[in-house]
């Protein structure tokens, strides 16, 4: 199975600190965002992954390389200006070929294992669904969510950014526009083809220097 983390947002809630650093690159408990994702991916034998990205992105590429030192093997899909979150995995759509494929956010944390992304993807396939989703319960920033699944609760959970996508989710985008994700997930969840479980364990969309520094302070805080 194939991997993609999404790297190509300006993250001006983070600036200052994003004026010179992608926000992927950005450290907490000692390592890179982004090398969380990845040190976790390989964990759970996932070592082909491709990183969009567009802000800064040498730099991106320049700290990762091709992945050797983590076990992984690095491509890249650089976007002259950012393509949303749909046009952004469409572009990069070639590297999975006809196969689902995992899709993380680089700037959240989770400590969800990747290693059951395969048993997923292989239920996308069995029963033609066309997405499936890690939800989270609403954080106090977000605390409308963004999908109403009932098995999981009588309320809409939030998107964690974390989720599996089978290609034809994307049929019809180009990848050379912006194009949001949101609305083909609506689209496909009132057709009934998005599956989603809910996670209860440790989760941040680390959106802003104080949700960085708190998700600093639970790192390095001694277990």
């Excluded at 300006?10 to 450290?27: E, I, N, Q, V, Y």
């Excluded at 969510?145 to 098995?151: E, H, K, Q, S």
């Amino acid at each position: 199975m194939r991997a993609m983390i999404l790297a190509a947002g300006r993250g001006k809630r983070m600036r200052p600190l994003t004026d010179t650093t992608p926000k992927p690159l950005l450290t907490a408990g000692g390592k890179p965002l982004i090398v969380w994702h990845i040190e976790r991916l390989v964990a759970a034998g996932i070592t082909q992954i491709i990183i969009n990205h567009a802000w800064l992105g040498e730099q991106i590429e320049h700290a990762l390389g091709d992945g050797s030192a983590f076990g992984a093997q690095l491509a890249y899909s650089p976007e002259a200006t950012a393509l949303e979150t749909a046009g952004g995995i469409a572009k990069a759509l070639p590297f999975f070929g006809e196969h689902p494929f995992l899709v993380m956010n680089g700037d959240v944390w989770c400590d969800w294992d990747p290693a059951q992304a395969v048993g997923h993807a292989r239920g996308l396939v069995d029963r033609n669904a066309l997405a499936w989703l890690l939800l989270v319960d609403n954080p106090p920033h977000h605390p409308e969510g963004d999908f109403l699944i009932p098995p999981l609760a009588p309320h809409a959970l939030t998107f964690s950014g974390i989720g599996i996508y089978r290609p034809d989710l994307f049929a019809g985008v180009t990848g050379d526009k912006p194009v949001r994700l949101a609305p083909l997930l609506h689209q496909a969840l009132k057709d009934r083809q998005v599956e989603a479980n809910r996670h209860t364990g440790y989760w941040t969309d680390v959106g802003t220097p104080d949700r960085l520094e708190t998700l600093n302070q639970n790192l390095v805080r001694p277990s």
